[in-house]
């Protein structure tokens, strides 16, 4: 019966780590998680991450570097 109690907390904490592990790595989903804002109205992309802007369709045509 202990056994069995120990195998459960084994698990049970195995099992916690794991979910803790995958929710740091997806996030919240919301939009405050987002990468990158395309406006093509305004020709525009913001990588929220670095803060730097371009011209939409230079990044398009590979003319610019904006990640990295």
Same mark, same amino acid.
């Given at each position: ?8 907390? $084994? *698990?049970?904490?195995?099992? #916690?780590?794991?979910?803790d !592990? ?10 405050? =998680?987002? $990468? *990158?804002?395309?406006?093509? #109205?305004?020709?525009q992309? !913001? ?10 369709? =230079? ?10």
């Amino acid at each position: 019966m202990l056994e069995a109690r120990v195998a459960a907390l $084994v *698990r049970s904490q195995s099992n #916690q780590a794991t979910a803790d !592990t995958r929710r740091a790595m997806v996030g919240s989903g919301m939009r405050g =998680d987002k $990468v *990158r804002t395309y406006r093509e #109205q305004d020709d525009q992309v !913001t990588d929220h991450r670095t803060g730097k802007q371009c011209r939409l369709r =230079d990044l398009r045509d590979g003319r610019l570097e904006l990640l990295q």
